[in-house]
């Protein structure tokens, strides 16, 4: 059983920063391919960033370059640094972890985006 707990959303001016943490349970990063996912009031959940077990990472183009997600393996956390934050970027954001047909998440964190 993986635990995941998100920390860090908020709210933002348009055009500012947040960095959310995910701490994952264990040394889990060889294993699970990691991602932050986001899901809008009357929207279905979307994947915005993954990193590989292997380091590879993969965006949208729709956070492509303001978007960066990273990981420290001796804290066990997954980071999503959001740069030049925009309104349509307010959501819930998710951490998950996926293996083969396992899949886990995270309570999820408010980020709203607003002036």
């Known amino acids: 059983q993986v635990q995941l707990v998100e920390s860090g959303g908020g709210l933002v001016q348009p055009g500012g920063s947040l960095r959310l943490s995910c701490a994952a349970s264990?040394?889990?990063?060889?294993?699970?391919?990691m991602g932050w996912y986001r899901q809008a009031p009357g929207k279905q959940r979307e994947l915005v960033a993954v990193?590989?077990?292997?380091?590879?990472?993969n965006y949208p183009d729709s956070v492509k370059g303001r978007f960066t997600i990273s990981r420290d393996g001796l804290k066990n956390t997954v980071y999503l640094q959001m740069n030049s934050l925009k309104p349509e970027d307010t959501a819930v954001y998710y951490c998950?972890?996926?293996?083969?047909?396992?899949?886990?998440w995270g309570q999820g964190t408010q980020v709203t985006v607003s002036s």
């Open positions: 264990g040394n889990i990063f060889n294993i699970y391919n």
């Open positions: 990193i590989t077990t292997g380091g590879g990472t």
């Open positions: 998950n972890a996926h293996r083969s047909r396992y899949d886990y």
